[in-house]
């Protein structure tokens, strides 16, 4: 007796909660915008902007300080969360409804939940997170403008530790720099997508590369160019839309490379310094912007995939080949832990599919499996990485040193410092730059700028021979006046001591003179005049 057998391995999918549309190639939006709320006055002044499956729309107003949220269909706030974000650049929303948001000044993550007061924190950063994602394996990535790196944590097992998975903190255009990342997106393989603003261009690191590659930059295409792009999402084809902030525009960068602008392409008042865009359910745009009210929304004009066709009139010879058909049907194994013609091919699940990672031994149990990790990995598949040095824990090419199962040291590579070789030597601390010049720090080294162009030399200690004159010249009446003080100072003390001490007055005979000077009175000569007086006949 045989029967055929039909064998599915599905793994777990998890749900998005952001919307990926499909879209023809020769799709297209119309330029005249409406603005979200329909009349809105409000200046949220937001950056951040995310639109789940449901349409709910949510923003981040720094005006305010709270995450702003309107159900489909709304034209007045549905509900408000968080209560004093300060600074916050960016938002994520799980499909579960949980709201992470950027809390820009104390640099952090929060997290909260709809109609709940409470505000958690799960992750610290060094620097403003510009830039938010949550991937289907539960990572939450943040990028941080000023610090020139994107780092990411496991929100499965959070750890006090973050990893870098792109950049490294210099500020360059190599493909292992970055300069003001802004805006990441990450896809279903876990390839990271990078809004490289300052250098104007789109990277793409592949799962566990720090070694990026770009995408789009200035001379991909003749008539589109970027500038300073802010925000980048996908479409279903693993198309890119960007928001370029510089451009004022929405372009498109299609998978086989092709750029394309399609929104302020004509017109760049259109659109205002656009910061971040998301697509709803329908595919419409909505963008924020640092001079809008509101959101701007861009609807969906043409999604039609009809192309002209050209018919052609061959003629054609056939020859019909016929052939017969076969239809294998497998044996039933008199043991159903194996399969095939010769049933010969193990059935069970660690034998059928590679489950475990990290080189955890798979264990059949009956019709399902364990995986047993190695020392410091943890999941039902050994996913989770538990070791104290992980891959790239100490940054700036410093070397992990585990102490312990839990602990370890970084020993950091020359001219870098801190736990994890996070922060570059300062050489300013021990330096003073002379003639008000000001000391800036490089890697391994450090320079003095002369505010004033007069000086030069290392620490501005060269001046020119009319300053250095100027300089003697004073100097010597500083001197001159020093010891004219010091002079009058001694002899004054001089002539107290003999005075008091030896009872020498040398002004004795000076005060006797003028005591005598004083004594003596001129004679008085009386004459009288009669007035008025008679004569005497």
């Not at 749900?15 to 297209?28: D, I, Q, R, V």
């Not at 902007?49 to 706030?77: C, E, H």
């Not at 372009?251 to 659109?271: A, H, K, P, Q, S």
């Amino acid at each position: 007796m045989y029967f055929i057998i039909i064998l599915s391995i599905i793994s777990g999918i998890t749900a998005l909660s952001y919307n990926l549309p499909k879209f023809c190639p020769n799709a297209t939006w119309y330029e005249n915008s409406t603005i979200f709320p329909s009349g809105s006055t409000n200046d949220y002044n937001a950056f951040g902007l995310f639109i789940n499956t449901n349409n709910t729309i949510y923003i981040n107003s720094q005006s305010d300080g709270k995450v702003i949220m309107w159900l489909r269909g709304a034209v007045t706030p549905t509900n408000t969360i968080f209560s004093n974000l300060v600074y916050a650049f960016s938002i994520f929303i799980t499909e579960t409804g949980i709201i992470y948001a950027d809390q820009g000044n104390d640099h952090q993550v929060m997290k909260a939940v709809i109609n709940s007061s409470n505000e958690t924190v799960v992750m610290n950063t060094t620097a403003p997170c510009t830039g938010l994602f949550i991937d289907t394996n539960n990572v939450l990535y943040c990028s941080m403008y000023s610090s020139n790196r994107v780092i990411a944590n496991s929100l499965n097992n959070i750890s006090s530790t973050v990893n870098t998975v792109a950049g490294n903190g210099y500020q360059d255009s190599n493909s292992m720099t970055l300069s003001g990342p802004h805006g990441i997106f990450v896809d279903d393989n876990f390839r990271l997508y990078v809004a490289d603003c300052n250098n104007n261009r789109i990277q793409r690191f592949d799962s566990g590369s720090l070694n990026g590659t770009t995408l789009v930059k200035n001379g991909t295409s003749t008539t589109v160019s970027l500038d300073q792009p802010t925000g980048i999402v996908l479409d279903a084809d693993d198309n890119l839309f960007i928001a370029d902030r510089g451009g004022n525009r929405i372009v498109r960068f299609e998978y086989n490379g092709t750029l394309l602008c399609i929104i302020g392409c004509t017109d760049n008042t259109i659109l205002k310094y656009p910061e971040t865009m998301s697509f709803d359910s329908n595919g419409n745009i909505y963008v924020t912007g640092r001079e809008n009210k509101g959101i701007q929304k861009f609807a969906l004009a043409t999604n039609s995939c009809d192309t002209p066709s050209v018919t052609t009139t061959h003629f054609v010879t056939t020859i019909q080949v016929t052939a017969p058909t076969f239809l294998f049907i497998a044996p039933t194994c008199s043991n159903q832990t194996y399969i095939g013609i010769h049933c010969n091919i193990s059935a069970t699940p660690c034998d059928l599919s590679n489950l475990c990672q990290n080189n955890a031994t798979c264990q059949n149990i009956n019709t399902t499996y364990r995986c047993n990790c190695l020392l410091g990995f943890n999941g039902t598949e050994c996913q989770f990485d538990q070791r104290p040095c992980q891959p790239n824990r100490c940054w700036n090419n410093g070397t992990c040193n585990k102490l312990t199962n839990e602990t370890f040291n970084c020993t950091c590579a020359s001219n870098w410092a801190g736990i994890f070789c996070e922060r570059m030597i300062n050489y300013c601390e021990n330096v003073s730059c002379e003639n008000e010049g000001v000391c800036r720090p490089l890697l391994g080294d450090y320079q003095c700028e002369c505010l004033d162009k007069n000086y030069s030399g290392r620490h501005c200690e060269i001046s020119p021979e009319s300053i250095l004159v100027h300089k003697i010249v004073s100097k010597l009446f500083a001197v001159i006046a020093i010891l004219a003080i010091a002079i009058v100072i001694a002899c004054i003390i001089i002539m107290d001591i003999l005075k008091y001490c030896f009872n020498i007055d040398p002004t004795r005979n000076y005060k006797s003179k003028s005591v005598q000077k004083k004594k003596r009175q001129r004679p008085v000569i009386i004459r009288h005049i009669y007035k008025n007086a008679r004569s005497i006949v």
